[in-house]
């Protein structure tokens, strides 16, 4: 596929009068999260809260990992977010939480219901791995416990895997620093009412108040000290799902998440921690693990996915592949579990010959046999990587007998990208699309196997989201002096914001939507600049 701009005018939207009824109801924008109205509330199954006195649904619900038949829905009790020992002010006991799931908004409909335990273990989060609803259809959830109840979410089952449907509208996002910003661009994604939303790492992050600045100070804090402990991390996820902006886009549509590097600690790979030589937080490689393990505990408990996601210590198994009928698969990844560790530091290095290297990974030796075999046996019309770090070559220099790459990207492991790529050209994937997060710019890119040929083919193409809040307002710049000499770099812009795709049989239009700024609230969103991936077109049509 070539990357070929859309003509697009600029699309402000800075107000509420464009929203539907139905996106209001279930994306909860406005007056706050939609809960349930007391006529409804007998339809919900009983559950005893022990007394709970204040609303223990401070962190919202979410729905994720859609399948045909179901879906994971969630939420957490707290009622006090940012609780030092990271359980959210509630009580050392369990609490029994009724959820239930209907076809409308409303709560009219009920099709599913149901009780579990809120477990101190779990600092009382719930996980409903919903199986027999329709394939390809629209439901609402919500939950209680006692006589409170939670907002109304929208979720979806994917389609029977043998449907192909007529579209679908996917969002996807990364990067949301806390201290950088305000989460304004989850809101805009809400209103946008998408069907599926990825998210691509970098949901929260690690440092203690003031360690990550922005020039003129940070407009809001973290709470706690660098996140190292079970309780540390459990306190910092709450800190960010009680945002209402974060809370909206959770309720608006299901979720697919994968880490990268800031849910454990910067540039982490394997089982190697950032100053692992410093003698610092993490400088043995046990301290670590055990952090780790923390990191993966914090991250089941707060995000929808699935049980077979539980981790097991310091491992969890989070890549997968969720088929969208035979309209597309969804192969997430995980690159920073099993790699290699970065050379020569984590940042961009000349000359680095090391990186090209047959035998280094960056996604372990099972993962990627996983991912291969899934390009061999697909069916669908769009295989999608769902991944973190900058795929395409990215060189900052322009002689060409000295490249300078970023190591903690791709360009890092050239000999496993080219495996990757060579993978799904030998399958004769029809679309391969790579999504990435990571280094808070836009970008859209062609994909090739060989860089340094000028005549080798585009096989692929990678779209790259801006962070929701990294690095604060932006430039608003969309030219960068490097893709005079990478002209397989096709488009690049720094504002914060998110990208909304829409997938047919014939195309994949992108749009990148972006804010004026983030470090106050209430900005207006656009759409900077619009591409369309051509089903089946080779390099040079379409």
């Not at 109801?25 to 009983?46: D, E, F, H, I, K």
């Not at 791709?410 to 495996?419: E, I, L, N, T, V």
Request: charged share 25%.
């Amino acid at each position: 596929m070539v990357l070929r701009p859309c003509p697009t005018g600029r699309r402000t939207f800075d107000g509420m009068d464009n929203i539907s009824r139905r996106s209001l109801l279930s994306a909860g924008l406005g007056a706050g999260l939609v809960a349930a109205w007391p006529g409804a509330a007998v339809a919900v199954s009983t559950a005893d809260d022990a007394g709970l006195r204040a609303d223990p649904f401070l962190l919202g619900i979410a729905s994720g990992e859609p399948w045909p038949d179901g879906f994971v829905i969630w939420t957490r009790l707290a009622v006090d977010p940012v609780a030092g020992d990271g359980l959210g002010g509630m009580p050392s006991r369990n609490v029994a939480v009724a959820w239930e799931v209907a076809e409308d908004a409303g709560m009219r409909t009920v099709v599913a219901r149901g009780v579990e335990q809120a477990r101190i273990e779990t600092a009382h989060s719930v996980h409903v791995e919903l199986r027999g609803l329709r394939p390809g259809r629209e439901y609402f959830y919500r939950f209680r416990t006692g006589r409170h109840i939670s907002p109304v979410g929208r979720a979806l089952t994917s389609p029977a895997l043998h449907e192909t449907p007529a579209a679908l509208a996917m969002s996807f996002a990364s990067c949301a620093q806390y201290e950088h910003g305000y989460f304004t661009a989850y809101a805009r994604l809400a209103q946008d009412h998408p069907d599926l939303v990825l998210h691509l790492g970098d949901y929260l992050y690690e440092y203690k108040k003031d360690s990550y600045v922005i020039g003129g100070g940070n407009p809001r804090d973290h709470e706690g000290p660098e996140t190292t402990s079970l309780a540390g991390y459990r306190q910092r996820h709450a800190q960010y799902k009680a945002d209402a902006d974060l809370q909206a886009a959770h309720a608006v549509a299901p979720w697919l998440v994968v880490w990268d590097d800031h849910e454990v600690d910067n540039n982490w790979a394997d089982e190697i921690p950032e100053n692992r030589d410093a003698g610092q937080l993490n400088d043995t490689t046990e301290r670590f693990r055990q952090r780790r393990a923390a990191a993966f505990q914090a991250y089941y408990e707060n995000m929808p996915l699935r049980p077979s996601s539980v981790p097991a210590g310091f491992d969890m198994k989070i890549y997968r592949t969720i088929q969208w009928g035979q309209l597309a698969n969804f192969h997430m990844m995980d690159t920073r579990q099993y790699r290699d560790d970065q050379l020569a530091g984590d940042g961009w290095k000349k000359n680095v010959a090391e990186r090209l290297a047959e035998d280094r990974t960056i996604t372990g030796a099972e993962q990627e046999k996983w991912l291969l075999e899934g390009f061999r046996n697909s069916t669908q019309r769009w295989d999608i990587l769902g991944q973190q770090v900058f795929f395409a070559e990215r060189d900052r220099n322009q002689a060409p007998e000295i490249d300078d790459v970023s190591m903690d990207g791709w360009d890092g492991y050239a000999a496993s990208r080219r495996r990757i790529t060579q993978g799904w050209v030998d399958a004769n994937v029809r679309n391969a699309v790579v999504l990435t997060g990571d280094v808070h710019r836009n970008w859209a890119n062609d994909v090739k196997v060989d860089y340094k040929d000028p005549a080798s083919p585009v096989v692929g193409s990678e779209l790259v989201c801006t962070s929701i809040t990294s690095t604060g307002n932006g430039s608003g710049s969309t030219t960068d002096p490097v893709m005079a000499w990478n002209p397989h770099l096709k488009f690049f812009n720094d504002n914060r914001g998110y990208v909304n795709t829409r997938i047919t049989k014939e195309a994949m239009t992108a749009d990148f939507r972006t804010l004026d700024y983030v470090t106050t609230p209430g900005s207006p969103v656009s759409t900077k600049a619009s591409f369309a991936i051509r089903d089946g077109v080779p390099a040079g049509g379409g």
